[in-house]
């Protein structure tokens, strides 16, 4: 299985953008997925994670009300709309397969599979 994450870029706080991540082979739609960032000295933290089938979804505090995490099974892609972006939101996104079946999506010894991330960086 390979995650390919694309998306990311430069924007001004207060911006928007969607990042993408398509991935390969024929589960895609088994598995729940999820979003997550690391920025610069930091540990890589949870942002955002779906269901299998799509109809939950999970996020952190600090994003909730701005990003939109969904998936288009069909197309093997999970994306993430990032809205009303600020500085702190400055990251290497990566997506990722979660490969056990616990309601916490927020854990990263949960996800097996991880794409090459794509940097966002959010200017004030």
């Known amino acids: 299985v390979q995650l390919q994450a694309s998306g990311g870029g430069l924007v001004q706080a207060g911006g928007s953008l969607r990042l993408s991540c398509e991935a390969s082979?024929?589960?895609?739609?088994?598995?729940?997925m999820g979003w997550f960032r690391q920025a610069p000295g930091k540990e890589r933290e949870f942002v955002a994670g779906?269901?299998?089938?799509?109809?939950?979804?999970y996020y952190a505090d600090s994003v909730k009300g701005r990003f939109t995490i969904s998936r288009d099974n069909a197309k093997n892609t999970v994306y993430l709309q990032m809205n009303s972006l600020k500085p702190e939101d400055t990251a290497v996104y990566y997506c990722?397969?979660?490969?056990?079946?616990?309601?916490?999506?927020?854990?990263?010894?949960?996800?097996?599979?991880w794409g090459q991330g794509t940097l966002v960086t959010v200017s004030s």
């Open positions: 082979g024929r589960t895609f739609g088994r598995y729940g």
């Open positions: 990722a397969r979660k490969y056990r079946g616990s309601y916490d999506y927020s854990r990263t010894a949960d996800y097996d599979y």
């Open positions: 779906i269901t299998w089938s799509g109809d939950t979804t």
